[in-house]
């Protein structure tokens, strides 16, 4: 299974775009690149997936270049309820290996 | 109208006791996980079941053991527990819609005194 690196934890202020960039160098041709955000106390919750280029969803968008060894969350306009833990996973259907995330602090 | 239930929230137990967590799942999905989350906040898979078939069985303790009566329900029960197991557990399923969309339980934390 591909292995992800993302930074440990960003800082923002409420009202900025936020990228998170997850780098997947090992990424295999049948993964799929899928972000979860998980709150204290609760259960992860997924936000976003692609293959290739960019996904919008009314959450995030997702870019992934032509090479996928890369994906860059995009955030726009955060709140403070975005703050969060925030975790790019690389991998084919239904088996999920999650790293350490990006602890994302919004301030206002 | 929960999607995924875990029952119980919280547990507080004596080391060696056995103890069971339940999980449902009401979205008539076909896969169903156990993850623990440590203190560390690292969240790593346990077990997953397709149909109540095992299919994903990490390197975990054999006091470990789940069961799945039928594909809506995916138990964890725990034998002689141990400190090490205090976590928190969440039980998941897999959508049918997009390709990796797990949707979690609430989670129950388990303190082993």
Known sequence: LAKTTQPISMDSYE???VNITCSHNNI???DYITWYQQFPSQGPRFIIQGYKTKVTNEVASLFIPADRKSSTLSLPRVSLSDTAVYYCLVGPRGNLIFGKGTKLSVKP | DTAVSQTPKYLVTQMGNDKSIKCEQNLGHDT???YKQDSKKFLKI?????NKELIINETVPNRFSPKSPDKAHLNLHINSLELGDSAVY?????????YNEQFFGPGTRLTVL
Not at chain 2, 46 to 50: A, E, K, L, R, T
């Open chain 2, 46 to 50: 346990m077990f997953s079941y397709n």
């Open chain 2, 90 to 98: 969440f039980c998941a399923s897999l959508g049918t819609g997009n």
């Open chain 2, 32 to 34: 169903m996980y156990w």
């Open chain 1, 28 to 30: 295999a041709t049948n």
């Open chain 1, 15 to 17: 009202g900025q775009e």
